[in-house]
């Protein structure tokens, strides 16, 4: 019964980025995300998306667990 329930809200979770992702909104290309480009190779890191990420899965989480 629990596995269900998991399985339901990370589905949900899932279909809702995928829905902001496509509504435009840039994750992945936000203000503190670092991308460093040189001699044909890019190394790119997504610290304000992690952060942004983290807090969402914080408050949904939380409202879960209640």
């Known amino acids: 019964m629990l596995v269900g329930k998991v399985l339901i809200g990370v589905g949900l979770l899932v279909a809702g980025v995928g829905v902001v992702v496509s509504l435009g909104f840039p994750l992945g ?9 040189r001699d044909g190779a890019t190394v790119y890191i997504p610290i304000a998306s992690c952060v942004l990420i983290s807090v969402v ?9 209640r």
Do not use: A, H, I, T
Not at 57 to 65: A, D, E, T
């Open 57 to 65: 899965l914080s408050f949904v989480v939380s409202f879960w667990r």
């Open 29 to 37: 290309r936000l203000p503190g995300d670092l991308v460093f480009r």
